[in-house]
């Protein structure tokens, strides 16, 4: 499974693509906004969207790249690695 993570910590990163191992999935995390984050995001199964740690341009380029495609979208206003299991648990299990 593939899940893109949007917003977050800079210096969670190795956290969340950690944990995303460990739920054998691969990920692809996005803390700062690039100008070809829409060629970036592909087509995930799962995508992430921590709102409270990400501006409403990623938020917009992520929601737009997705649709129309099978990716399930989960949003979190808490950026936590509690959060992101919770989604896991949730969508990957």
């Not at 944990?19 to 999935?25: H, I, Q, T």
């Not at 829409?38 to 341009?57: E, Y």
């Amino acid at each position: 499974m593939s899940v893109v993570i949007i917003g977050g910590n800079d210096c969670m990163v190795r956290k969340y693509m950690e944990l995303c191992k460990e739920y054998k999935c691969n990920a692809k995390v996005f803390t700062q906004m690039k100008g070809n984050l829409r060629t970036l995001i592909g087509s995930p199964d799962l995508l992430v969207l921590f709102t409270g740690t990400m501006c409403h341009k990623m938020a917009r380029v992520a929601l737009s790249e997705t649709k129309g495609l099978d990716t399930v979208v989960a949003r979190s206003h808490s950026s936590s690695l509690a959060a992101l299991k919770n989604i896991l648990d949730e969508h990957v299990a």
